[in-house]
């Protein structure tokens, strides 16, 4: 099948985290902000940078939307024709239509239908496009009688599909917030980017991913974070299917791991979790490590950006710690074990970053970057506007 989708806030995330999940040969860019996939394992709820999916029906010639809408009223007139109510939304992507015109498909639609018998709550647009919140509470794309059509445009050509569902930001929001244990001051990862993390790292598509769930945990891969903290990249990992193991030097933190992982177990079944004390930059750890996924330590938090001086003195405390666990960790790991780690990037009142030193040095610490083909594998920078210290994403094989 052959799926659009709808890239999140930072589309060269979105791009890599797809291009890693299913392979690069089977993502094409589409256009600034939505990429194909050819999959038949897509999930929306297994991906931390994809706003929505849809299943293409039509790849066309672009035509104006006046042309567009027709052929769409005429086509699921006859699709959607058939018993009980319809929620129906549209959206269109990458062309400012105006909401009212769109809209005005969806009426079109809707009345064609009702001639037919069939009743339908047309969803409003308050933008060319559905918010990913406003599918989200309405189900579309979940079932047969709530349905959105996406409308997407790209510079050459315009994609009609199907949307497959939004993101669960219901689901994401309780994993975040309903934890038990949470501790603002270690700084917690959003879920969202530990999904995003897990996929990058390649560990999904080199275990093929989709079926992990399934199986005997004993067959399992296992995914270790050394900075494990409260435990958001355990507990996304734990939801994919994946076995855990975390460990962090701060004794309350592996309390707080436990706990929001005892607290997951409840609601969902997850395979093996190991919780242990360990200082990252001389820990043993337990083998097997299919795949190490963390975000390191970040330094101090800064809510402006700090003096050279200042900045300085946090830099060679984090490079002392990242360098130092590298080298442990490299001698720990087989050969072709893949990784995605978060370290820090702090960003001055221009938007520049200064980069840790160690990352020109990966490569004699025993690691290589892994390729990307659709984006720059070493400029991935998860960042908001308002933040100083923005988190630099290593995508990285153990050489
Ligand atoms: C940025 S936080 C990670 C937060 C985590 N991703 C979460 O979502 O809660 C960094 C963590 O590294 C731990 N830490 C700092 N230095 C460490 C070291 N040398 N070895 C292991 N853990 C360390 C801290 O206790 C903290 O929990």
Known sequence: MNVISILGRQPELSLAELEQRFGSANVRVFSDSAATVETDLFDITTLGGVVKGGKIIAELEKADWSRLSRDIVQRYARTFKGEGKLTLGISVYGQDIPAREVQRTGLALKQSLKKQGRSVRLVPNDGPALSTATSHHNKL???DNKVELMVVYGPKTVVVAESMGAQNITALAARDQGRPKRDAFVGM????????????????????????????????????????????????????GFNVYGTDLAEKMVDYSKANLE?????????????????????????????????TYLGQPFSAPPAPDKLDKVKRIVEHIVTKFLENLAAQTKPGTPHCLAVPAWRDAQGRFTHLSVIKKLESLGYEWQDLEHVDAKSLVYFREDQVVARQLLILTRK
């Open 263 to 295: 607290w997951l177990a409840v609601k969902h079944p997850i395979g093996t979790v190991r919780v242990e004390a360990g200082d990252a930059i001389e820990h043993q750890w337990q083998q097997p490590i299919d795949a190490v996924v963390a975000e």
């Open 141 to 143: 794309g979940l079932s």
């Open 189 to 240: 990862l959003p879920p969202k980017l530990a999904l995003m993390m897990i996929n990058l790292s390649g560990i999904g598509q080199k275990s093929r991913g989709a079926d992990v769930v399934t199986r005997p945990s004993s067959d399992r891969p296992t995914i270790l974070d050394p900075f494990c903290g409260t435990g958001v990249v355990l507990q996304e990992a734990a939801l994919l």
